[in-house]
């Protein structure tokens, strides 16, 4: 059976006896229209590598599969490993499925060292963890287009001075270029979620700062926005405070929310020297 001869994703669920699981985050996008368009805006084609998380029963995968790339798939529940075997089979082995925890799969190993394009419908439980994973980590993707709660979406291509603008967009946009591409109502998913959904593509800027830096980041970030409301010469306090910001040439009297990504990273940089 090739990939065009597969039966419909809602046959094969029920075929497997298949239900979404709500301990996993799970929701499932079977409409192959959108899935198609999500990996056309992936930009995926025929001599690209691709790691998926969360497959569930494989409607993106089908959708990447199609373009001709090689897609490595990390699930954690054992209950789609027949489906998704089906789907390799289909595809002449150009899936391979890695079962376990993708918070602590080796993505570069799975992959074969190779350069790879991460596309997925992450789990709503663990996906902003994983995006931060792959931002400091040593596993930079060529490109990430990545679904998420719209809300999280949006915070990730927050601008300074933006309600959504915190923490995570700091560090994305330091590492890569963001921007939401595509909006997707609950009722796209089976089942439906409570929230809406959108997907945001990510490219890795020409130049990224080196992992200490990123590392600093991660620290004054997380010093600056754990206490938003107040001035960074009392959030940043453990850090340096006033001394810190005069050194970044930075005001002290400002709060997180107006500091540019560029102001932070010479936050950062000012915790190293």
């Known amino acids: 059976m090739s990939l065009a001869d597969m039966p419909p994703l809602r046959d094969a669920l029920e075929r497997h006896d298949l239900l979404a699981r709500k301990s996993f985050g799970q929701h499932f996008l079977l ?18 590598v691709v790691v998926e998380v969360g497959p569930g029963p494989g409607g993106l995968t089908r959708a990447l599969l199609e373009t001709g790339a090689r897609v490595v798939a990390i699930e954690m529940d054992s209950r789609f490993m027949p489906i998704l075997a089906e789907l390799s089979e289909a595809a002449d ?4 499925v890695v079962q376990g925890d993708a918070l602590k ?6 992959v074969g060292g190779v350069p790879a394009h991460v596309v997925a419908n992450l789990p709503y439980n663990v996906g902003t963890q994983l995006l931060i994973n792959w931002l400091t980590g040593p596993f930079l993707p060529l490109s990430m287009t990545l679904m998420f709660q719209k809300e999280v979406a949006e915070r990730i291509a927050a601008h300074v001075n933006d309600d ?3 923490r995570l967009a700091v560090i994305a946009q330091t590492v890569c270029e963001a921007k939401v591409v595509m909006d997707l109502p609950a009722r796209a998913f089976t089942p439906p979620p409570k929230v809406n959904s959108a997907v945001i593509r990510l490219i890795p800027r020409a130049v990224i700062p080196p992992p200490q830096e990123l590392a600093a980041l991660e620290r004054v970030t997380a010093a600056a926005f754990g206490q938003r409301r107040k001035m960074l010469r009392s959030s940043l306090k453990a850090l340096g405070g006033g001394a810190l910001c005069e050194k970044a040439g930075i005001s002290p009297d400002i709060r997180a929310e107006n500091v540019p990504i560029d102001g932070f990273l010479a936050l950062a940089k000012a915790t190293l020297n």
Request: net charge neutral; aromatic share 4%.
């Open 164 to 166: 959504a603008y915190g």
């Open 31 to 48: 409409d192959l229209n959108i899935t198609r368009k999500i990996a056309r805006l992936a930009g995926i084609g025929p001599d690209d």
């Open 93 to 96: 082995q150009r899936l391979e």
């Open 105 to 110: 799969v080796d993505a570069a190993k799975a």
